[in-house]
């Protein structure tokens, strides 16, 4: 039975990712801007917490690519540049193109639509992408993306790699910082967003590998356009 050391080693990692979640909402949600600096004594003292769990979970969204750490500044928000969503986009399609050659091949441990525990979770998934789709037509960029990121974080499960599924989070983490950093700009999001979820999840279901890279080039298309249009504007 761990002693005393072991719970608060526990405690000291559940609030780690509890402060790098929190931080990390504030970023997609555009109210920590790029380039905004701060120290570990200022967000330990906004979350009412000792500096150690700060301290770790900054140097864990310093990881992920989300913040830059200074060592004499302290630390401040990623600014991604339209190159750097251009390489997200291409790496997110490696990796898509791999699942779905995956699904198409039957190889050993992918995902079956017709396994009835793979159907159900496809299902999921498409419930999950039902919500992303009506807060997208609603303009919802917070809501959006909290179901975006379940989506494909779903999806990518079925594939049975774990590695896959958390590289492809990431990614899709830090686009939706890019693009979040430009679409606050907008005063008016309805009607700009990509909705494809559930079209991309029944195509899965079909097997339909080409049309679902379809949709996928068409959503990456419409993501760059957007991004690069803002940015240049």
């Known amino acids: 039975m761990p002693g005393p050391s072991g719970t608060g080693a526990v405690t000291r990692s559940t609030l780690r990712q509890q402060i790098a979640d929190a931080l990390r909402d ?8 790029p380039g905004q600096e701060f120290t570990v004594k200022e967000i330990a003292e906004q979350y009412g917490v000792s500096a150690t769990p700060v301290r770790e979970a900054l140097v ?28 997200m986009i291409e790496a ?9 050659l995956s ?4 190889l050993p441990g992918g995902p079956d639509p017709a396994d009835p525990r793979i159907a159900a979770a496809l299902a999921g998934v498409r419930r999950r992408g039902e919500e992303a ?7 919802d ?9 379940r989506y494909w974080r779903e999806l990518a499960t079925l594939f049975g790699n774990p590695y896959l599924c958390d590289f492809l989070h990431r990614l899709r983490v830090q686009s939706w910082v ?13 009607g700009a967003l990509w909705c494809g979820h559930t079209e991309l999840v029944d195509a899965l279901a079909r097997r339909d590998i080409p049309g679902a890279r379809s949709l996928v080039d068409a959503y ?7 991004v690069e249009g803002l940015a240049g504007g």
């Open 92 to 100: 997110r399609s490696l990796v898509t193109d791999g699942m779905f």
């Open 220 to 226: 990456n298309a419409h993501s760059l356009a957007l």
């Open 26 to 33: 504030e970023v997609l949600a555009g109210r920590l801007q």
């Open 133 to 139: 789709q009506r807060a997208a037509a609603a303009g």
């Open 178 to 190: 890019c693009t979040v950093q430009h679409l606050r700009r907008l005063s008016e999001l309805r």
């Open 60 to 87: 864990d969204l310093s990881a992920q690519g989300l913040l830059d750490a200074d060592h004499h500044r302290g630390f401040r928000v990623h600014e991604y540049s339209v190159a750097d969503f251009r390489g």
């Open 141 to 149: 960029l917070t809501v959006l993306i909290g179901y975006d990121l």
């Open 103 to 106: 699904l198409a091949a039957d």
